[in-house]
């Protein structure tokens, strides 16, 4: 079965850091781009960043550049993103996303969303 769970989140204050992880399984995680998408309340879906198979290709959404990094570990089926300078719009539920995955020899061009981590930047 293939999935993605996140984990990571929570309460921080306004300035404070938060380092999301994303355990993936299932498929083949070293072939796949990895990206992270956040919901804010009421709003629709952002993508914040992306990250390429061999990581030698990363991209951020203008509302993180500078303020957060991507980054992944293929030995370990992980990836993570590292929130610097939080403030209270980053406030959303951040998922680990794939879109088109290769397991068992074969291509699926599905997505693959984990649960989430609600992100709540308050103080």
């Known amino acids: 079965e293939v999935h993605v769970v996140e984990s990571g989140g929570g309460l921080v204050q306004p300035g404070g850091s938060l380092r999301l992880s994303c355990a993936a399984s299932g498929f083949s995680f070293s072939t796949s781009t990895m990206s992270w998408v956040r919901q804010a309340p009421g709003e629709g879906f952002e993508w914040i960043s992306g990250i390429s198979s061999g990581g030698a290709t990363i991209k951020y959404a203008d509302s993180g550049k500078g303020r957060f990094t991507i980054s992944r570990d293929n030995a370990k089926n992980m990836v993570y993103l590292q929130m610097d300078s939080l403030g209270p719009q980053d406030t959303a539920v951040y998922y680990c996303?794939?879109?088109?995955?290769?397991?068992?020899?074969?291509?699926?061009?599905?997505?693959?969303w984990g649960q989430g981590t609600q992100v709540t930047v308050s103080s």
């Open positions: 996303y794939v879109n088109g995955y290769t397991t068992g020899g074969h291509f699926y061009p599905d997505d693959i």
